[in-house]
């Protein structure tokens, strides 16, 4: 009797610290992106035009580490401040500067990057 209660107390703490291990990077990824995208290059600043359409060519100079721009759906995104913060690595760069439709839309992510993805909205892809 005693090993099946500290096996259900045990799951049960292990339940709330996974569950809150999903908040934390929530809350610091939000904090950190503001910080992050107030220090872009003035290079990676001049170059984002003021008109909220952008050509494949134009976003496909975007393709760094410093300056990540990524295409999903025929809508462009500036994830630059996501970069380091992407939990698969820097598998965010294998498309960037290009379309990630595929690979955003692939089994790996979580349905909660459907509202996330929203934050770094630029524009729309000039077709």
């Not at 359409?53 to 994830?79: F, G, L, Q, R």
Request: some cysteine.
């Amino acid at each position: 009797m005693v090993s099946v209660l500290v096996t259900v107390v045990l799951t049960l703490l292990l339940a709330t610290f996974i569950s809150a291990s999903f908040l934390v990077p929530a809350f610091i990824r939000s904090k950190k992106s503001f910080d992050v995208g107030s220090k872009r290059s003035s290079a990676a600043q001049n170059s984002i035009k003021r008109s909220s359409t952008y050509t494949t060519s134009e976003v496909a100079k975007h393709n760094s580490m410093t300056d990540c721009w990524i295409i999903v759906k025929d809508k462009v995104y500036d994830v630059t401040p996501f970069v380091d913060e992407h939990p698969g690595g820097y598998t965010i760069l294998n498309n960037a500067g290009g379309d990630s439709t595929v690979g955003f839309y692939g089994p790996q992510h979580a349905s909660k990057v459907f509202d996330m993805i929203d934050e770094y909205y630029i524009g729309d892809l000039y077709l």
